[in-house]
Nanobody
Framework: QVQLVESGGGLVQAGGSLRLSCAAS????????MGWYRQAPGKQRELVAT???????NYADSVKGRFTISRDNAKKRVSLQMNSLKPEDTAVYYC????????WGQGTQVTVSS
């Protein structure tokens, strides 16, 4: 089982940027996909972005053009660059490792003030 640890969350004003990072305890080169999800208070967890081990990306419509997911297999790390943040982006953000592990990190809080 791979362990995931997120970092980089915090409080930012609307229009600002944050970069989230997910560090894995083991190799991620064969994990497909890696991704980020988020959960706002009172809402279900939702997909933000995923990236395959071939580099193909997928984004939620609400973040397209503002967020960028990337992975560095050598560093065992997945990142999420978030620009032009909006108050509705406020949520706990979770890193996800897909097949074969289906593992989640503990989450990192992102709060965007208006």
């Amino acid at each position: 089982q791979v362990q995931l640890v997120e970092s980089g969350g915090g409080l930012v004003q609307a229009g600002g940027s944050l970069r989230l990072s997910c560090a894995a305890s083991g190799s991620i080169s064969s994990i497909n996909p890696m991704g980020w999800y988020r959960q706002a208070p009172g809402k279900q967890r939702e997909l933000v972005a995923t990236i395959t081990n071939g580099g193909s990306t997928n984004y939620a419509d609400s973040v397209k053009g503002r967020f960028t997911i990337s992975r560095d297999n050598a560093k065992k790390r997945v990142s999420l660059q978030m620009n032009s943040l909006k108050p509705e982006d406020t949520a706990v953000y979770y890193c996800y490792a897909g097949y074969p592990w289906s593992a989640w990190g503990q989450g990192t809080q992102v709060t965007v003030s208006s």
